[in-house]
């Protein structure tokens, strides 16, 4: 399993944007497809952005398409989610997840989660 530091949650009104970071910590002998989930209170953890392994390819849900954004960071195994134009349903806890694919992420590792709330 590989360790996962996410940063970058905070309070924000609506409209507003934040941008979240997550990177392996410690040494990582394989690149991964790297993502983010998100869970609000009351409801199930729901999938919100994936990349592929190589950042070829990027995955969204239908709710966050045209306002979030995830790319890979110059170091490995490092991403980072852009959100922008944020409203009060964005509220949640974002957790990173790693896995050998895009549809398999999590299998690999998970961040702790960093909360994100965003105010009306």
């Known amino acids: 399993q590989v360790q996962l530091v996410e940063s970058g949650g905070g309070l924000v009104q609506a409209g507003g944007s934040l941008r979240l970071s997550c990177a392996a910590s410690?040494?990582?002998?394989?690149?991964?497809?790297m993502g983010w989930f998100r869970q609000a209170p009351g409801k199930e953890r729901e999938f919100v952005a994936g990349?592929?392994?190589?950042?070829?390819?990027?995955y969204y849900a239908d709710s966050v398409k045209g306002r979030f954004t995830i790319a890979g960071g110059n170091a490995e195994n490092t991403v980072f989610l852009q959100m922008n134009s944020l409203k009060s349903d964005d509220t949640g806890v974002y957790r990173c997840?790693?896995?050998?694919?895009?549809?398999?992420?999590?299998?690999?590792?998970w961040g702790q989660g960093t909360q994100v709330t965003v105010s009306s």
């Open positions: 990349i592929s392994s190589s950042g070829g390819r990027t």
């Open positions: 410690g040494r990582t002998f394989s690149r991964y497809a």
């Open positions: 997840a790693a896995g050998p694919s895009a549809q398999l992420l999590g299998s690999s590792g």
